[in-house]
Nanobody, 120 residues
Framework: VQLQASGGGLVEAGGSLTLSCTAS????????AGWFRQAPGKGREFVGGVSWSGSATNYADSVKGRFAISRDNAENTVYLQMHSLRPEDTGVYYCATEKYGASTGPFRNWGKGTQVTVSS
């Protein structure tokens, strides 16, 4: 399983970014997916996830109401839309998947991350 996250970059506080994670797995519709992030000097934390059926999503309290996860099974891609970004959202963002996974994980397949930097 290969996962490729993209879409990171530098954005000002209050701005928006959309991250994408494309997976080389078939059928992607059988996989739950999650987003995680790791800030400098800190551990990796759960940001949000979507169940394999797409019927459930789950978010960390720190991003609820600002971030949204969606998936396009035809494109083998899961998205993380991020709005009202804050400097504390800065970090490397990773996507992960698990066959028949729930929105809360666990996830065993991990991709390389993409850097998100929010300037104040």
């Amino acid at each position: 399983v290969q996962l490729q996250a993209s879409g990171g970059g530098l954005v000002e506080a209050g701005g928006s970014l959309t991250l994408s994670c494309t997976a080389s797995i078939q059928p992607f519709s059988q996989y739950g997916a999650g987003w995680f992030r790791q800030a400098p000097g800190k551990g990796r934390e759960f940001v949000g996830g979507v169940s394999w059926s797409g019927s459930a999503t789950n978010y960390a309290d720190s991003v609820k109401g600002r971030f949204a996860i969606s998936r396009d099974n035809a494109e083998n891609t899961v998205y993380l839309q991020m709005h009202s970004l804050r400097p504390e959202d800065t970090g490397v963002y990773y996507c992960a998947t698990e066959k028949y996974g729930a929105s809360t994980g666990p996830f065993r397949n991990w991709g390389k991350g993409t850097q998100v930097t929010v300037s104040s």
